[in-house]
């Protein structure tokens, strides 16, 4: 095979692999802009969103997962919640939201013809973020 030949090959697998790269990446703004088209996961303080789509899958942000509890998620969203208790009504109802906020984004991805599964990940760089947002405030 010549030189020329070879380096066609190469360019349109080039093209291919570039122009795959590309449409994942027009499928995860399309399915983040139908998050923020709702109005309710919109305007939640924390804004769920996709990460990335493997297959059929949409990989989404979550505050929650089996080694961060819920209590971590909602003193980063609602610092002045902090010193409630377990069982106050209004801890109670932030957990009740969050549940359904995450829910309904969930379904709003769901509903989008290309995905038929959601796997949640915790969204570490949301809380690094926060983090460093609480520290410098502080400091002030």
Not at 23 to 47: C, M, T
Not at 90 to 117: M, N, T
């Amino acid at each position: 095979m010549s030189d020329r030949k070879q380096f066609i090959i190469v360019m349109l697998v080039a093209a291919l692999f570039v122009g795959w790269l590309g449409w994942r990446g027009f499928e995860v703004i399309s399915l983040n802009h139908a998050l923020k088209a709702d109005d309710i996961v919109a305007n939640y303080p924390y804004q769920h969103r996709v990460v990335r789509v493997e297959g059929n899958t949409a990989i989404m942000t979550s505050l929650r997962s089996l080694e961060t509890p819920t209590r971590d998620a909602l003193n980063a969203i609602f610092p002045s919640m902090r010193n409630l208790a377990d069982t106050s009504r209004e801890w109670q109802q932030a957990e009740r939201e969050l549940a359904q906020v995450q829910a309904r984004a969930g379904d709003i991805i769901l509903s989008q013809d290309s995905i038929d599964r959601i796997r949640w990940e915790l969204d570490e760089n949301w809380y690094h973020l926060s983090n460093m947002q609480a520290r410098q405030t502080a400091r002030r």
